[in-house]
Nanobody
Framework: QVQLVESGGGLVQSGGSLRLSCVAS????????MGWYRQAPGKQREWIAA???????NEADSVKDRFTISRDDRKNTLYLQMNKLKPEDTAVYFC??????????????WGPGTQVTVSS
């Protein structure tokens, strides 16, 4: 069984910063691409950023130059450093990963999400 759990969300003022973490645990053989998504109330879930196993990154235009995605494969952990936060960044943030488990099955996993609220 593989699980993803996010942490680091909270309430922050506009212009502030937060760092989200996502820990993958369980019967993990290796982790391929990892990413962050978010979903604001009444809106569809949107992709924010992704990082490959080799460290290549890509970010959505809406967060480029403000958010930075990174990973520590020794800790099976994904990060999202969020700077210059805006009220429109308010959403539930989800971690996503393509993981090979020890039974050599590749599956797409999601965490339960962490709330980020940016006050104006």
């Amino acid at each position: 069984q593989v699980q993803l759990v996010e942490s680091g969300g909270g309430l922050v003022q506009s212009g502030g910063s937060l760092r989200l973490s996502c820990v993958a645990s369980g019967s993990i053989f290796s982790i391929n691409t990892m990413g962050w998504y978010r979903q604001a109330p009444g809106k569809q879930r949107e992709w924010i950023a992704a990082i490959t196993r080799g460290g290549g990154t890509n970010e959505a235009d809406s967060v480029k130059d403000r958010f930075t995605i990174s990973r520590d494969d020794r800790k099976n952990t994904l990060y999202l450093q969020m700077n210059k936060l805006k009220p429109e960044d308010t959403a539930v943030y989800f971690c996503n990963a393509d993981i090979w488990d020890t039974a050599r099955s590749l599956r797409d996993y999601w965490g339960p999400g962490t709330q980020v609220t940016v006050s104006s």
